[in-house]
Nanobody, 120 residues
Framework: QVQLVESGGGLVQAGGSLRLSCAAS????????MGWYRQAPGKQRELVAA???????NYADSVKGRFTISRDNVKNTVYLQMNSLKPQDTAVYYC??????????????WGQGTQVTVSS
């Protein structure tokens, strides 16, 4: 199985920055894609950013130019650098990944979520 451990959330003023980290552990053969989703109160969970095994990235339109996703393949860790934060970025941020295990089966996993609050 795979475990995802997130860190880096918190409270920040509008215009500030935060960096989220998500470390994957377990019987991982390869990481196919890892990304970040967020869910604000009363809203559906939405994709924020994702990075593929080959390094390709995908961003929600609302965060393009402000957020940057990156990964460390040695540490099996993905990062989300969030700059120019806005109050509407306030949400619980969840790490997500799709993995190939050492058994060659595939599995998806979610982190426990980390709160990001941006004050105006």
């Amino acid at each position: 199985q795979v475990q995802l451990v997130e860190s880096g959330g918190g409270l920040v003023q509008a215009g500030g920055s935060l960096r989220l980290s998500c470390a994957a552990s377990g019987s991982i053969f390869s990481i196919n894609v890892m990304g970040w989703y967020r869910q604000a109160p009363g809203k559906q969970r939405e994709l924020v950013a994702a990075v593929t095994r080959g390094g390709g990235t995908n961003y929600a339109d609302s965060v393009k130019g402000r957020f940057t996703i990156s990964r460390d393949n040695v540490k099996n860790t993905v990062y989300l650098q969030m700059n120019s934060l806005k109050p509407q970025d306030t949400a619980v941020y969840y790490c997500n990944g799709e993995f190939t295990l050492t058994t060659r089966s595939s599995i998806g996993a979610w982190g426990q979520g980390t709160q990001v609050t941006v004050s105006s």
